[in-house]
């Protein structure tokens, strides 16, 4: 305990919000988003359609500058691990035949949204498709239009007001608010409170853990949550039940961020598990112009590791031979930068590609139903067992 | 509100357990099975084993009688609105080729289980499958098993330990102790409270709530968490987010026959959404056995109904065409017992299989985005328009 004390100290006493790309003085532009209140975001989107009706007065038609989103102006900058998106953009012109059909739509996406910040209310991406099917046509067009105009307006997609829906929960030593309702997470029960849709209701983080337990599965939440594994290990223990949703991923971050605490990641041994903590960690392609927003930084791998598999003698019918599908994932993350940039990370993934075997967390099972939060998290975290 | 107020005081006058098997004087013999506590079960565990142990002094070797779980030997009851099993069982001889594996997955099952009960700790399928990789070869053995040993013992799956990963929130007014902890739902910010995978540790239920909504998805469980719409309307709302799990049936089922409070279902105008109703109210297929303490009686209707599409002149975009598949899991429902039995519900799904139309409650958005909290839901529930 007393090496996750010391963590736990440099980690409260280190500056944790040196990593703007600004500071980095770098070749590049870039686009960034920030969170902004529903008030700005309302003043941000009436600029933009007085522009336009400037224009067209002044007899120019109107369009809208979009930054481009493209693979092709996305970037992994190794100084803050994360995916961030380059400042190439195009005007989206009303007059223009290939180009008229979007600017309707996102248009009718600033009138939208301009409406739900007003109204400081939150729907889905679905709810906002159906206020106007005839013009979107299909889900998809929408969708797009809404990550364009985060971009345009330099706003994260919660600022717009539409959110993601929750799979997340979370349980141990955490207090906050939510909508004006103090929550303690120490009093929730096995099941653990879900983490909610819209981050911006969430405030007031108070907590005496000394870390953050980010575990990949819905069985070992439960299995520490009934073990009430926070009571002899002060921590936080928050899962997104697999694929990290946006919901999750904003949440870990204000954790990290406001209580400044370590994080520890619970994976299963194989490709997927580390590409889970890749998203936490880095982003996901596709929200790159967020990736500040939506990233945890220094997360640290606590299991389960490759080399878990002998150090910890987890029976060979416990694994599993990977597939050729998990083969050729591994071996295209080994020429990943995220992975590449730290030695450790990388020789684990060798290891697992070079064995072919996989293992999951609920293999640690074969040693008895709470051998993962009697045995093994004591001894990793005693023995300071993270890369 | 005040027709509310009699069903609701209906509900908790009407005598809410006629409803066993029992009672019926039927034909057949049925297997049901009951929840037991951790020392019901080990006890009854200790009986299996000790009576194996006689026979194998005695001679006979030892084999265990397994209720037939196939689907001949399954029905629906209409009375009791339920699938239930039927009697038939057979003996898993030890000392027979075909039986052997199967006999010694029993019998490690079993030894499993009363390990479970006796450190009353939980654990999910896939935990319970690692302990012994080596004997079960893949999950679906062990899986198997554990719902044989669940109708041998006579007792539910949750008496046994094992739970299904949960996926279910609740919000509104309702309090309830979960392990102890006091929860209070309608302090639970915006998110809701998860439920928890393990019913036994959910208990001393209060509401003053009206109604329970049940609700299909995720989005309008958001939309009517963030309105507080249980401050208006004094209400329960809960979603499993889509398909119900084990964790959320009990939990809904438990607060119906604690609480006595009638039970409104909001699911989309489709095949599936009604199939979501069936597995609330009738149970599953796979799980009859357990039909009883699965399954929520009465739910009513509410919407989004088909007769809905017309009737609040959702735009004709925001309908979608039903594909073959629907169309033809439509025809096959009106087939069911389950639908038969109730012409309004029968009629209400003829109609979407004749005009081909499904909508989702999203749809209702295409009014604003809180058409459904502000207008659609206190109509229907001003009109008694449920069925």
Not at 238 to 249: L, M, N, S
Not at 313 to 324: A, F, G, N, S, V
Request: charged fraction near 25%.
């Amino acid at each position: 305990m007393a090496t996750i004390r010391a963590l736990c100290r440099a980690e409260q006493e280190a500056k944790v919000e040196p990593r703007s790309l600004a500071d980095l003085n770098l070749p590049h532009a870039f686009k960034e988003v920030a969170d902004l209140s529903s008030n700005s975001v309302v003043t941000e989107i009436e600029k933009c359609i007085l522009a336009a009706a400037k224009s067209i007065l002044a007899g120019h038609g109107f369009g809208f500058n979009v930054p481009s989103r493209s693979s092709a102006n996305q970037i992994y900058v190794p100084e803050i691990d994360r995916i961030v998106l380059k400042d190439k953009s195009s005007v989206r012109e009303f007059a223009n035949s290939s180009s008229v059909r979007k600017t309707a739509i996102t248009t009718r996406v600033l009138q939208l949204i301009h409406q739900l910040c007003i109204k400081q209310i939150h729907v889905t991406k679905r709810d906002l498709f159906y206020t106007d099917v005839k013009l979107f046509q299909d889900q998809g067009q929408s969708d797009a239009v809404l990550d364009d105009v985060s971009c345009m307006l330099g706003c994260t997609r919660s600022s717009l007001n539409v959110v993601a829906s929750e799979k997340g929960v979370v349980v141990g030593r955490l207090i906050f608010t939510e909508d004006g309702d103090r929550i303690d997470c120490t009093k929730m029960g096995v099941g653990g409170k879900a983490i909610p849709p819209n981050i911006d209701k969430v405030g007031d983080m108070e907590s005496d853990a000394l870390f953050i337990l980010l575990v990949e599965k819905d069985a070992a939440f439960m299995r520490l949550a009934e073990d009430r594994f926070y009571n002899r290990f002060p921590c936080v223990i928050v899962t997104a039940k697999g694929q990290p949703d946006v919901a999750t991923r904003l949440f870990l971050r204000k954790m990290k961020m406001d209580l400044k605490l370590p994080v520890f990641g619970l994976v299963d041994s194989d490709p997927y598990g580390l590409k889970i903590l890749s998203v936490y960690m880095s982003g996901s392609k596709n929200m790159s112009y967020d990736s500040y927003n939506l990233t945890t930084p220094d997360i640290k791998w606590l299991g389960v590791r490759p080399s878990d598999l002998n150090k910890y003698k987890i029976p060979e019918q416990c694994r599993l031979p990977m597939t050729d599908q998990d083969i050729k994932t591994g071996k295209d993350m080994l020429e990943e930068d995220f992975i590449k940039k730290d030695p450790k990370w990388y020789a684990e993934l060798e290891l697992m590609v070079k064995t072919k075997e996989k293992a999951e967390i609920q293999a640690l099972s074969s040693f008895g139903f709470q051998y993962l939060s009697e045995v093994y998290l004591p001894m990793k975290l005693q023995e300071k067992d993270w890369i």
